[in-house]
């Protein structure tokens, strides 16, 4: 399975931005797929997944102010990033698990700055 992000950039704080993620490969119709973020010197952590059914699960540092959402098909994840903060700068990674195995796209930067 491969990951393909797209959407990131540099905002300034208060903006909005929003980043897609495609799967291609081998792809089930059970899966969970979504967002982390790791900012320098700091650990990844959870930003938003979905799962197949639909439920969607946030870190508690961006509820209320991204969103994530599924394309038609099974394989495209959306976050729609609003009201963002210089805190939530750091590379995005696009996560997708399935079948037992987790799966990581290369990344894409996000700055929030003025």
């Known amino acids: 399975v491969q990951l393909v992000e797209s959407g990131g950039g540099l905002v300034q704080p208060g903006g909005s931005l929003r980043l897609s993620c495609a799967a291609s490969g081998t792809i089930y119709s059970i899966f969970d797929m979504g967002w982390f973020r790791q900012a320098p010197g700091k650990q990844r952590e959870l930003v938003a997944t979905?799962?197949?059914?639909?439920?969607?699960n946030y870190g508690a540092s961006v509820k209320g102010r991204f969103t994530i959402s599924r394309g038609n098909a099974e394989n495209t994840v959306f976050l729609q990033m609003n009201s963002l903060r210089p805190e939530d700068t750091a590379v995005y990674y696009c996560y997708r698990s399935q079948s037992g195995r987790d799966y990581w796209g290369q990344g894409t930067q996000v700055t929030v700055s003025s």
């Open positions: 979905i799962a197949n059914t639909g439920i969607p």
